[in-house]
Nanobody
Framework: QYQLVESGGGLVQPGGSLRLSCAAS????????IGWFRQAPGKEREGVSC????????NYTDSVKGRFTISRDNAKNTVYLQMSSLRPEDTAVYYC?????WGQGTQVTVSS
């Protein structure tokens, strides 16, 4: 059974940091690119970042460049999203995606 499980979300003050994890089961992550997406209340889901299968190529949406870092540990079958200098507008449910498969999401709330 293919499954993606996100974790690491929570409530953080503006300027704070969080690290999200996406743990995969049923897949061998070595072969796949992975993406992080987010959906804020009342807004469409948007792509945040993605990473190639070997981690050699990464991409970020403009609003998170310089603040978020995507990485992966294929030995642990896990992809990470390190988020720093968080802003209220980063508040959203964050999802990881592999091909047609999505995780259940993890809530990130940035508020004082």
């Amino acid at each position: 059974q293919y499954q993606l499980v996100e974790s690491g979300g929570g409530l953080v003050q503006p300027g704070g940091s969080l690290r999200l994890s996406c743990a995969a089961s049923g897949f061998t992550l070595d072969y796949y690119a992975i993406g992080w997406f987010r959906q804020a209340p009342g807004k469409e889901r948007e792509g945040v970042s993605c990473i190639s299968s070997n981690g050699g190529n990464t991409n970020y949406t403009d609003s998170v460049k310089g603040r978020f870092t995507i990485s992966r540990d294929n030995a642990k079958n896990t992809v990470y999203l390190q988020m720093s200098s968080l802003r209220p507008e980063d508040t959203a449910v964050y999802y990881c995606r592999l091909g047609p498969y999505w995780g259940q999401g993890t809530q990130v709330t940035v508020s004082s």
